[in-house]
């Protein structure tokens, strides 16, 4: 079993940063392949960025390419999401989850562990 708590959610205006935190415990973190999902209200789950086991590569979706980065440090069992130039369409709830394999995935059905979720706000 693993347990993922995300961290680093809030209030932000446009234009600003955050950066998100994913602590993991239970199993090895490296082993894991990790992902960053959102879901805005009333919209589906969405691909945000991906990484695999050892670091690379990384994946992220083409509405946040430039923007966002992921990053793990495996010492930590810590995923990260740094997220510059924030915009309202950015607001939702961000979610990290593990993938029982070093190789990552955009597909959110193929990952077997999820955290609880952090709320971001981006103001206009």
């Known amino acids: 079993q693993v347990q993922l708590v995300e961290s680093g959610g809030g209030l932000v205006q446009a234009g600003g940063s955050l950066r998100l935190s994913c602590v993991t415990s239970?199993?090895?973190?490296?082993?894991?392949?990790m992902g960053w999902f959102r879901q805005a209200p009333g919209k589906e789950r969405e691909f945000v960025a991906a990484?695999?086991?050892?670091?690379?590569?990384?994946y992220s979706a083409d509405s946040v390419k430039g923007r966002f980065t992921i990053s793990r440090d495996n010492a930590k069992s810590t995923l990260y999401l740094q997220m510059n130039g924030l915009k309202p369409e950015d607001t939702a709830i961000y979610y990290c989850?593990?993938?029982?394999?070093?190789?990552?995935?955009?597909?959110?059905?193929?990952?077997?562990?999820w955290g609880q979720g952090t709320h971001i706000t981006v103001s206009s």
């Open positions: 990484i695999n086991g050892n670091g690379t590569p990384r």
């Open positions: 239970g199993r090895t973190f490296s082993n894991y392949a």
């Open positions: 989850a593990a993938r029982v394999t070093s190789y990552t995935s955009t597909r959110g059905n193929e990952y077997n562990y």
